[in-house]
């Protein structure tokens, strides 16, 4: 029933919107407002087509064919959505004129375009109504630049992180992280491969990626394993698991297909040469130098946990810096702060910067911030024993739902260790 009243809602906001724009039209037809009328009758004729395909035609239920038909919907209804608000400002005002002129014994104009004889109308406000139209453009032109350029426009960013305890022999060692891949979201192969270019000019001394290789089955990644298992590092990759990867959101037979998607997954890690730490750490060694990775299954406050960071540090104790890789930022606050204060960074993912966003210089903002209190970026907090703890947020590598970005281009970082 609550669905139903939400379409029956935006439907009556798709008619009110052609409804005032063909009224617009008919008073003053011009080439602009015909244009405006035909890109809206598109608009909902491509989104009327895509609830159609949606569900009633199997074969467009792949996650791809699927993501772009709910695309089109949802694009249709924002515009509309974006021009109503204007649209709806106009009419009030045109309610009180109406009610003023009514009080007043005043007869309103005949707006032009109205057939004579008919009951006079107050005409819209030109302003507001062409206000609305542009209003209407952004979202359209937005979410067109996101999918055909932002889902894959791949950007470096570059952080520097001061170690209390760095060993000498790491000093200046370089730091590749790409995180959130989601393979089965992917529809240009070229493009992917380009960011893995990327990613290997920088030549990093190690990679670490952070978990959510595909959406929901190990199978997504099959025709990508080519394009990452040309992700190297002199010293290795490492890798940790997303909330993503362990099937929980697929439909499974039984039991045992579940887990054997999951072993499948594990396997193309391998694969792609890639090392996987399911709650393990391993020794980095530099010279006669040793700093841990230490590896965590998915662990945060939302979602299903996975990870157990007592097994993974067991063993960790006595090296000077401990790196840890885990998918979800929430647990850095829940878990690593409170329990281990010598884990000096934590890398993680998992928000995507919700794929939309505002980047300028040091100014960030997205909606996920209102969700989650570390999001993007570098944080750093300083524990009980003086120490400096950090986490760093990568936006991620890939998409999920929506096919695309905006203002929150995808992230390749590179890290450099100094001593403090």
Not at 147 to 171: C, E, M, Q, T, W
Not at 211 to 217: A, F, H, S
Not at 255 to 279: S, V
Request: proline share 5%; net charge neutral; charged share 20%.
């Amino acid at each position: 029933m609550t669905l139903l009243l939400f379409v029956a809602v935006l439907v009556l906001i798709d008619w009110y919107v052609i409804h005032a724009v063909r009224q617009w039209y008919a008073a003053s037809p011009s080439l602009f407002r015909k244009a405006a009328l035909t890109t809206l009758g598109v608009l909902s004729g491509s989104a009327v087509i895509s609830v159609l395909l949606l569900f009633l035609v199997p074969a467009f239920q792949t996650p791809i064919i699927r993501n772009f038909l709910l695309v089109v919907i949802f694009t249709n209804f924002l515009v509309k959505i974006f021009m109503g608000l204007f649209l709806l400002i106009d009419d009030l005002i045109r309610l009180v004129r109406w009610v003023v002129l009514q009080m007043t014994g005043n007869k309103p104009q005949v707006e032009p375009g109205v057939i004579p004889g008919s009951q006079p109308t107050i005409p819209r406000s030109e302003f507001l109504i062409k206000t609305a139209v542009v209003a209407g453009a952004i979202p359209l032109v937005a979410i067109g630049y996101g999918i055909l350029s932002g889902a894959h426009d791949y950007r470096i960013r570059r952080v520097r992180l001061a170690l209390k305890n760095l060993p000498k022999s790491f000093d200046g060692l370089r730091i590749a992280q790409i995180s959130d891949i989601h393979s089965g979201s992917f529809f240009n192969k070229v493009a992917v491969q380009g960011g893995v270019e990327m990613l290997m000019r920088e030549k990093a001394d190690l990679v670490f990626f952070t978990g959510d290789l595909v959406n929901n089955t190990a199978g997504e990644v099959k025709d990508y394993i080519h394009i990452f298992d040309k992700v190297k590092a002199p010293l290795g990759v490492y890798s940790v698991l997303g909330n993503h990867d362990y099937g929980d959101y697929a439909r499974w037979d039984n039991a045992q297909a579940k887990r054997q998607n999951l072993e499948d997954l594990k396997e193309a890690h391998h694969l792609m040469g890639w090392n996987l730490l399911m709650d393990e750490h391993r020794a980095l060694k530099i010279g006669g130098d040793e700093i841990a990775i230490i590896g965590n299954q998915n662990w945060g406050t939302r979602f299903q946990q996975y990870g157990h960071l007592d097994k993974a540090y067991k063993g960790a104790e006595e090296y000077p810096v401990k790196l840890l890789l885990s998918h979800d930022p929430t647990h850095w606050d829940a878990q690593i702060r409170p329990g281990y204060p010598d884990i000096d960074v934590t890398f993680a993912g998992h928000t995507h910067g919700a794929q939309f966003g505002v980047n300028i210089g040091s100014f960030h903002w997205s909606p996920v911030q209102y969700v989650y209190r570390q999001w993007a970026g570098l944080y750093q907090e300083k524990n009980a024993q003086g120490k400096e703890q950090y986490l760093y947020v990568n936006r991620g590598y890939g998409y999920i739902g929506f096919p695309g970005r905006v203002g929150m281009p995808p992230e390749i970082t590179i890290f450099e260790l100094k001593q403090a």
